[in-house]
């Protein structure tokens, strides 16, 4: 399927990311910079994170993505009790009395951890492996995933009750973090209508695994001018209150920024975005488009910020 010159592919990319927009919105009305985000974050090979109170369709949401994408699906719904042997598999004694490995839902291309801060750190961490390397070692053997990739979270929010803040670590591995918030009165008009009747939606596959593969090496091959890669990595520096050139406001409110993953993640956001919006390379106004989800959950507010009510995205807004 490669295209006749990068020019041809960017403009296939564009066409297939409108049908997939129009795919989804036959079953997710609104939320279209969150189907944004999430389609960015799969074309560059990033996982993420959605937050939301119960309700407002992140699970729905993300089985509506991997069906217009022809690609395997894997549910695991995250609770207190899940083992992580539950998630990567786990060797069990065959009837020939030989161990044999079992493999878990993680062996999938798109893995929807449903609630992931339900379930303790010890589970939680089990992704890290598998989300960082794109293996998982079991009984001493390394076991490759299947490419692509990708862990697309749903988290409630963490003051709700039965919830375990995601490490730090593992927050880090999420490209975006992706806030869902409540639809408009039309919306939910929509919603409502549509959900009560007896139609069911069939949805196109418009994108497969190896299309995915290809537009991923694509969004790498942007260039990116250098003006914009210094704005990028200045963005963040001014999110880490140690470093001599942060504003006040990070050096009042910040506990600790943002690492170079951050970085990373800015420019292929950027690249991305610039390709879907029919541009050749990105501005700084593509990388403005993406500070918001990339930074939110790497920024840790210290204790005076969260006396005084003052949000990471408060912060963030005022360091661009």
Known sequence: MPYATDIDAVKALKEKYEAIRTAISKVIVGQHEVVDKLIISILCNGHSLLVGVPGLAKTLLVKTVSDVLDLSFKRIQFTPDLMPSDI???????????????????????ILADEINRTPPK???????AMQERNITAGG????LSAPFFVLATQNPIEQEGTYPLPEAQLDRFMFQIWLDYPSFAEEVTIV?????????????????EDILYFQELVR????PDNVL??????????????????????????????????????????CHALLQGKYSPDIEDVQAMA??????????????????????????QLL
């Open 221 to 224: 091959r942007v260039p990116v």
């Open 230 to 271: 210094e704005y990028a990595v200045g963005l963040v520096h001014k999110t880490r209150p140690t470093n001599a050139n942060a504003p006040a406001a990070a050096k009042q409110y910040i506990a600790y920024g943002a690492g170079p993953r951050a970085s990373q993640y800015l420019i292929l956001g950027a690249k």
């Open 193 to 209: 209508r549509n959900t009560t009747g007896a139609l069911e939606t069939a949805l196109p596959k418009v994108m497969t695994a």
């Open 292 to 317: 918001l989800s990339v930074l939110r959950h790497r920024v840790v507010r210290n204790y005076k910020a969260e006396a005084e009510g003052i949000t990471q995205e408060e912060l963030i807004k």
């Open 88 to 110: 990567v598999g786990a060797e069990i004694l065959d009837e020939s009395r030989h161990f044999r490995f079992v493999k878990g839902p993680v062996f999938a291309n798109i």
């Open 141 to 144: 053997t390394m076991y490759k």
């Open 123 to 129: 589970t939680q961490s089990a992704l890290l492996e």
